[in-house]
């Protein structure tokens, strides 16, 4: 008896809750685990976007990119989600294709290393695909892709089926060398120590000593740099150019929120949105906020050529490319 | 085996509901997955070296994990030492631990930088690699072999007390002992073992990749993620998912096959004493053999203890309240577990022969479903019911108890058969039946396997990312998926530290469970 009263109890604080809350809009945000995190930039974006428009954001998040496209696709046409975030350059030709996402309308000023004409999707963050390495352990390093190969330095890489770094690092290659991408993963075989499933585990073995450099961004010295004191993380420039990955916001077609989503397409560009990046998702904002970068970032290496796939591109190379990394690896 | 089998309307009475709700999780979700598909769709070249792999490193895994454990289970069967029970605690750990803090903890033993090849190198050796088959190997074995021995011993403790008085009686040594007592119940227990390392390690996805070294260890369960994220073809992801199954079934089906019956008959639950291995050698040979597994199995958790010692006091406040939602969740999914298996045990139990076949199959196919399938399938069709993110908890915990399922049957079968065939046709005879039965003949009996079921069952659940990282909402995250987001956010101390914190959680759980508190409690 007294069990059910509390659970009669329970259910109508929660359905008191459920009504205060339906007074205000919400906007069904679709994004990757990490961003909502305690640690991601997801709290304090949210708090922003709050503050002003008079509605109520709700993360909902789905493994890492991949996974977030995999179920928009699923879902389709009637998927609750007003914006998705998180998608990146690689992926954004099928969600395109999918016709889910609607034009954005904007025409925001863009601190990019390349230039951004997509209609379906506005830029949040980027960052240059890198090897991060241990200065005190290791002395000189390679300047590009065929001395990595020719050096006898150990690296853990991701695997491109099951991780967006695995699969930018496989079009950085296919991208740079072109028809000899297969010589390329071959002349690599004997640094890889091991692939990964994704981006953790890899940057999680490469911290525990069990390889010299790990395929991460240029940016993440700065996490060492900025939360840890630590100066002894960089990252190898490469002559042949630095992959970009470039993460975006789009808006569903089918959202019913259309003013909100709009709203919030405009806010990610905006300061508030992009100076909460730099030190929590450890990327590059897409327009660099009025108060600049944060201290640490300025040491970072920046590489002289930004290599990026348009995304039909990466979309039509990408099977012939796993193809050909699958045969190399699998001598 | 029960004498006098039930009609099948009796035992599908009892065992029913159970059945449906696995074949629902398992077989009824890749439905779902194949109907959103619309049909199947070709696999190719690629997709036949992974299934080729996956069998192959699935055998080899098997094979070492249950040949290893009987040595192992026949020490601590016939020994009693100090610390013995906390020995046989601390060997359920590896298998709780999330994949990848077993991974990290293994190489920190064995890999490049590991404690063993800095002990090479300084003898000026080169060091050894543990990144192929032979690493994978290595972790499937170190995460079963405890399964195994766990499952061995329960069975060797099952032998009745009297035979190894009878056996003593009549002068039998060590050779006869296990002539006509052990291996009549190893003939019995260990295909049921074997085959559930095999469908353990043939899902297996993150242990092959991470220590695999490259695609040459393409797993059918990575194939499974190639289909749904790189090239978003459903229809191959549930062809390679029924695969998975097929092999399921068929390993299950020709295994069960060949596990016969030990016929060693009723035994009056004496405590067992064995005056065959009192020799001097035999003594020297359990304490080398209990010692090599110990230091196997333990120096990997000492190094992930280690790791995460500093980090653990400072852990940030959301960690420590996933670690309170993980304990909800697992306690739920442990009770949830013993719900459905006690009455599923049971009516295999006393079922015709063919029909407790058919649902001890069944019963193994948690072990073979895709992890991914069974969420997305999960998704598929909760979706037009309720907002998934609201249910992701109570899903957890009731993914969970299925996943546990497969264990807490091997662990309850044998000795639920043993009570039926000992006790049945008296309880029959003096009309006992349902809950008097249950009472006083079948619990006090089941007792001690019970609560290692449901300890398991907790620790499993503790450990298990599965499908909440498919339906959590951002504020309801479990300890590992807490875990995976530190290390995300470059937070590796942090990570190491709730690690600690999970392998510590999980343990006090299942020791609780498995000991009722009580440290002195029977093993």
């Not at chain 2, 392998?503 to 002195?520: A, E, M, Q």
């Amino acid at each position: 008896m007294k069990q059910s009263l509390m659970l009669a109890g329970f259910l109508a604080t929660t359905a008191a809750c459920a009504a205060v809350a339906q007074e205000k809009p919400v906007l069904t945000i679709y994004t990757y685990d990490s961003f909502v995190s305690d640690w991601g930039p997801g709290p304090a974006i949210k708090t922003a976007f709050e503050s002003d428009c008079a509605c109520e954001v709700r993360f909902v998040s789905a493994g890492d990119g991949a996974a977030l496209l995999a179920r928009l696709l699923i879902e389709g046409a009637d998927s609750p989600a007003d914006v998705v975030l998180g998608l990146d350059t690689n992926l954004t030709a099928d969600a395109a294709a999918s016709g889910l996402v609607a034009p954005h309308g904007q025409t925001p000023d863009l601190d990019l290393p390349v230039a951004w004409t997509d209609p379906l999707f506005v830029p949040y963050d980027w960052g240059y695909f890198a090897f991060v390495y241990d200065r005190s352990k290791t002395g000189s390093v390679p300047a590009d892709f065929e001395a990595l190969a020719a050096s006898e330095l150990k690296i853990v890489i991701e695997d491109p089926r099951s991780s967006t770094p695995g699969l930018g690092l496989l079009l950085w290659v296919k991208e740079a060398y072109g028809d000899r991408a297969a010589d390329i993963w071959a002349g690599l075989a004997d640094n890889i120590v091991t692939v990964t499933p994704g981006w953790s585990e890899a940057y999680g073995l490469f911290l525990n000593g069990e390889a010299d450099a790990v395929l991460s961004y240029t940016t993440s010295p700065a996490y060492h740099l900025i939360a840890e004191g630590d100066d002894t993380k960089a990252a190898m420039p490469f002559d042949e150019g630095h992959y970009l990955q470039v993460e975006v916001a789009g808006k569903l077609a089918n959202t019913d929120q259309p003013e909100l989503a709009d709203r919030f397409m405009a806010f990610v560009t905006s300061d508030a949105f992009q100076q909460v990046i730099p030190e929590t998702n450890w990327m590059y904002p897409a327009r660099t906020p009025e108060a600049g970068l944060p201290e640490g970032f300025g040491t970072l290496v920046t590489p002289q050529k930004a290599l990026l796939l348009a995304p039909e591109d990466a979309r039509s190379i990408r099977e012939k490319a796993l193809a050909e990394w699958q045969t190399a690896l699998s001598q | 085996m029960a004498d006098r089998p039930q009609p099948i309307a009796r035992t599908l009475a009892l065992g029913g509901a159970p059945a449906a709700l696995l074949v629902a999780l398992t077989l009824g979700t890749l439905v779902a997955v194949l109907a959103r598909a619309r049909g199947f769709s070709a696999i190719g070249p690629a997709d036949l070296a992974a299934i080729r792999f996956t069998l192959w490193q699935a055998s080899l895994s098997a094979l070492l994990s249950a040949l290893l454990a009987i040595p192992a289970a026949r020490a601590l069967a016939r020994r009693r030492f100090p610390g013995r029970a906390l020995l046989i605690a601390l060997l359920g750990a590896p298998f709780i631990l999330p994949v990848i803090v077993a991974v990290i903890g293994l190489l920190a033993i064995f890999g490049r930088a590991g404690v063993l090849n800095q002990g090479i190198v300084a003898l000026g050796l080169p060091p050894v690699s543990i990144y192929g088959l032979n690493g994978v190997v290595l972790a499937h074995v170190f995460f079963n072999l405890p399964l195994a021995i766990r499952l061995l011993l329960q069975a060797w403790l099952a032998i009745p007390a009297e035979r190894f008085r009878l056996a003593a009686s009549l002068g039998m040594g060590p050779a006869e002992v296990a002539r006509f007592l052990e291996r009549p119940m190893l003939r019995e227990t260990l295909p049921g073992v074997f085959v559930a390392v095999f469908l353990i390690c043939l899902t297996s996805f993150a242990v092959a990749l991470t220590l695999g070294g490259g695609p040459r260890a393409t797993t059918v369960e990575l194939a499974i993620y190639q289909a749904f994220r790189f090239d978003f073809d459903l229809g191959r992801a549930a062809l390679l998912a029924s695969v998975q199954v097929a092999l399921c079934i068929v390993a299950s089906a020709m295994v069960l096959r060949l596990a016969a019956p030990s016929a060693l008959g009723a035994g009056l639950d004496r405590s067992v004493a064995r005056w065959d291995a009192a020799g001097g050698w035999l003594r020297a040979q359990d304490a080398i053999v209990l010692g090599l597994a110990a230091m196997f199995l333990i120096a990997p958790l000492a190094a992930v203890a280690i790791r995460g010692l500093p980090a653990l006091a400072g852990l940030p406040a959301p960690v420590w309240h996933a670690a309170g939602r993980s304990l909800a969740v697992a306690c739920g999914s442990a009770m949830l577990t013993i719900g459905i298996a006690l009455p599923l045990v049971l009516a295999i139990a006393r079922a015709r022969p063919g029909l407790a076949r058919l649902l001890e199959t069944l019963a193994m196919l948690p072990l073979a479903t895709s992890a991914l399938v069974l969420g997305t399938g999960l998704f598929l069709i909760l979706r037009p019911l309720a907002d998934p993110a609201t249910l992701a908890l109570p899903i957890t915990a009731c993914t969970n108890a299925v996943l546990a399922l497969p264990f807490a049957l091997r662990i309850l079968l044998p000795a639920a058969r043993t009570v039926e065939a000992d006790f049945g046709r008296l309880a029959d005879s003096l009309g006992m039946a349902g809950w008097t039965r249950l009472r006083l003949i079948t619990l006090p009996r089941l007792a001690r396997p019970l609560r290692f079921a449901g300890g398991l069952a907790a620790a499993l659940s503790m450990g298990d990312l599965g499908v909440i990282a498919l339906f959590a909402d951002p504020d309801g995250a479990t300890l590992p998926l807490q875990l995976y987001r530190l290390m995300a956010a470059y937070r590796m101390e942090d990570a190491a530290g709730a690690a600690l914190l999970l392998l510590v959680l999980s343990f006090t759980l299942f020791w609780l469970i498995d000991k009722g508190g009580r440290p002195d409690a029977p093993t």
